[in-house]
C-alpha cells in the first residue's frame, strides 16, 4: 500500500523559510513523479512543484519560481520542498502526490500539511 507523509509545516513570518518532507513507502517509485500542491482556504488546489524520482528535471509554477526548490533523496525515498522568502499568500495545505509512469494525473496522495505565513 502506498504511503505519502508529509511533515515540516508550521508557521513562519514572512520572509522566513521552511522545509517540507514527503516521505514514500509502499512500492518502488522508479519513474514516478513526485508533486507539491497546495490549497487555501476558498480556493482549488493548484500545482506548485515536480520532480522525477529517476531522471533530473524539476518544474515549478510560476508564482513559486525562484523561491521554493524540490529536491529528492533516493536512499531516503524522501521528496523535499524548500521554501523561502515566504509570503502571506503562499498559506496553505501543502500536499505531496505521486504520478505513476505514463498516468495523466497523481495517482497518490498524502493527508497535507498545513503552512502559514503571517505578515
Known amino acids: 500500500q502506498v504511503q505519502l507523509v508529509e511533515s515540516g509545516g508550521g508557521l513562519v513570518q514572512a520572509g522566513g523559510s521552511l522545509r517540507l518532507s514527503c516521505a514514500a513507502s509502499?512500492?518502488?517509485?522508479?519513474?514516478?513523479?513526485m508533486g507539491w500542491f497546495r490549497q487555501a482556504p476558498g480556493q482549488e488546489r493548484e500545482f506548485v512543484a515536480r520532480?522525477?524520482?529517476?531522471?533530473?528535471?524539476?518544474y515549478y509554477a510560476d508564482s513559486v519560481k525562484g523561491r521554493f526548490t524540490i529536491s529528492r533523496d533516493n536512499a531516503k525515498n524522501t521528496v523535499y520542498l524548500q521554501m523561502n522568502s515566504l509570503k502571506p499568500e503562499d498559506t496553505a495545505v501543502y500536499y505531496c502526490?505521486?504520478?505513476?509512469?505514463?498516468?495523466?494525473?497523481?495517482?497518490?496522495w498524502g493527508q497535507g500539511t498545513q503552512v502559514t505565513v503571517s505578515s
Open positions: 502526490a505521486a504520478s505513476k509512469p505514463g498516468s495523466y494525473g497523481y495517482n497518490y
Open positions: 509502499g512500492r518502488t517509485f522508479s519513474g514516478y513523479f
Open positions: 520532480i522525477n524520482w529517476s531522471v533530473s528535471g524539476t
